[in-house]
């Protein structure tokens, strides 16, 4: 038996180059190339996970143009994605909505509305949880050689919920079949899935019940002139404070009298599912 004796500079020069290899698509367990780190496929994935802000980090730019380019492409392309995925939102809001009236017609006259909008609420879970978590982490679990159920569902969870821890990322087994096509699927399903995990973070925050900042926006201000000030209502004009939208109006030329206007929702009982109103927008209170 042959004893070789490794020097720890050697050795340290021989592990640099094993992660370096592995930052270009080379796995050194296997040795074997898992394919272009910077492909169609694998740069769409990238670019996907920095405008998402899910940022898994196991494939990042090397060269000094490239992070500079990073830097750029997420300043302009996190806005635009949430500007993109908002729009999105609002045209599922029709179906959502819809939804809701036909639960309204069906239900009524049985339930309060407050019961009735936890149940449209509870549907719209059981269809996020079923489609973007069961589902997509059982078709993952198919196609991930070294994945099982429980770590396909984990990564499903972590990547909705914009986590992106990176221990699990789809595709990158070596020699994995139609991996640019692979990779252009499951880019689909983070933005598909994102979008509808803010349709029923909205369905959420439209129950006032639920809503928490209905609590803090309900505060009571008017006692103390320092609040009052610091809260957009005082001499400086409209401002938006903790307790809603306050605004100075109605100027008479001798006392300088104003009317303050506050827009606070009820929280004793839940508006009827026919109004689609913003919570916000609701209840108009003059004093």
């Not at 380019?69 to 939102?89: E, K």
């Not at 029923?200 to 009571?220: A, E, G, H, R, W």
Request: hydrophobic share 45%; glycine share 8%; aromatic share 10%.
């Amino acid at each position: 038996m042959v004893t070789v004796s490794i020097q720890p500079d050697d050795l340290e020069t021989l592990l640099e180059e094993v992660v370096r290899a592995g930052n270009r698509g080379v796995s050194a367990a296997r040795n074997v190339t898992g394919g272009p780190n910077w492909s169609f496929g694998q740069s769409l994935f990238f670019s996907s996970t920095v405008v998402t802000t899910i940022g898994y980090g196991h494939v990042t730019p090397l060269s000094r143009p490239g992070k500079l380019f990073c830097m750029v492409y997420a300043l302009l392309g996190i806005p635009l994605t949430l500007v993109l995925l908002s729009a999105l939102v609002e045209r599922l809001l029709l179906p959502a909505t819809a939804l809701l009236r036909s639960l309204n017609a069906a239900l009524g006259h049985l339930y309060r509305p407050f019961t009735i909008r936890l149940v449209h609420l509870m549907i719209i879970v059981m269809i996020l949880v079923v489609f973007f978590l069961l589902i997509p982490a059982a078709v993952f679990d198919t196609l991930e050689p070294e994945w099982d159920y429980l770590d396909s569902f984990y990564y499903c969870f972590i990547s909705l919920t914009t986590v992106g821890l990176g221990d699990y990322i789809p595709g990158d087994y070596p020699n994995q079949p139609y991996r640019p096509f692979y990779k252009v699927a499951t880019t689909f399903y983070l933005i598909i899935g994102l979008t509808f995990l803010m349709l029923t973070l909205t369905v959420f925050y439209d129950i006032p019940q639920l809503n928490l900042s209905t609590v803090f926006s309900s505060m009571k201000l008017d006692e103390d002139p320092e609040k009052m000030r610091l809260s957009g209502s005082g001499v400086m004009g409209p401002g938006y404070g903790i307790g809603g939208l306050m605004m100075r109006d109605d100027y008479h030329h001798h006392d300088q009298r104003r009317s303050v206007v506050h827009i606070r929702p009820h929280l004793d009982d839940s508006p009827s599912p026919e109004d689609t109103t913003p919570v916000h927008a609701r209840d108009i209170r003059v004093h």
